[in-house]
């Protein structure tokens, strides 16, 4: 699977929006075929910064996002509510979900 995560700085006044500015865009994504997850997370040490956790099944996948027509709305509609461009890993690896985190097992 194609394993994206993304770093996103928001303008101050714009931070405590965030989920619903995405709103639209997470739950378009959410819907596609090839969406894995698409989760989004606030930092807990910078209120200005979102983590999004995204993946997509394969490459063909990961083209049908970025060609859809909700990421191509997002370019235009996301960039205005940015303090930075957002910093991004982006990685195929050779499984097709979550692994337990055997360190930390529960029962």
């Known amino acids: 699977m194609i ?6 700085r928001v ?12 709103a639209d865009f997470t739950a378009a994504t959410r819907a596609e075929t090839g969406c ?6 606030r930092s807990v040490e910078d209120p200005t910064e979102y983590v999004l ?7 063909e996948a990961g083209a ?9 709305a997002a370019q235009r509609t ?3 509510h940015l ?6 890993v982006n ?9 337990l985190l055997g360190e930390m097992a529960v029962g």
């Open 3 to 8: 394993f994206i995560t993304a770093k996103f």
């Open 11 to 22: 303008r101050p006044e714009d931070a405590d929006r965030w989920p619903e500015i995405v």
């Open 36 to 41: 894995q997850f698409f989760d989004w997370s």
């Open 53 to 59: 956790v995204e993946a997509f099944r394969d490459d």
């Open 64 to 72: 049908a996002h970025v060609q859809s027509a909700h990421f191509k």
């Open 78 to 80: 996301l960039p205005p």
């Open 83 to 88: 303090a930075a461009t957002p910093r991004i």
């Open 91 to 99: 990685m195929n690896i050779p499984q097709d979900d979550w692994s």
